[in-house]
Nanobody, 118 residues
């Protein structure tokens, strides 16, 4: 059993900042990748940013220079600066991990709403 607890979403004005966090717990041996995805109404879910166990990061072009992903142990953060209305979406945390029997699995969080509006 794996749990992901997300927090930090909300309503902000354009140009403001938010920080999302996601903490994983449960039957996890090792987390390979932690990432944030988002899905806006009527659009497909897209990868926003990810960070590997070694610290390598990856960002979608539209957030480069504005968002920063980081991690501590089993918690991943997404610092979102200079938010724009087009960043409005439900943000989902996802982990790729190994179980204690070394099976490789993915797990998604429930999502947190981010709304950027004046």
């Amino acid at each position: 059993q794996v749990q992901l607890v997300e927090s930090g979403g909300g309503l902000v004005q354009p140009g403001e900042s938010l920080r999302l966090s996601c903490t994983a717990s449960g039957s996890i041996y090792l987390i390979y990748v932690m990432g944030w995805y988002r899905q806006a109404p009527g659009k497909q879910r897209e990868l926003v940013a990810s960070i590997s166990v070694g610290g390598s990061t990856n960002y979608v072009d539209s957030v480069k220079g504005r968002f920063a992903i980081s991690k501590e142990t089993n918690t991943v953060y997404l610092q979102m600066n200079s938010l724009k209305p087009e960043d409005t979406a439900v943000y989902y945390c996802k982990i790729e991990y190994a179980t204690r029997t070394f099976a490789r699995r993915d797990y998604w969080g429930q999502g947190t709403q981010v709304t950027v509006s004046s």
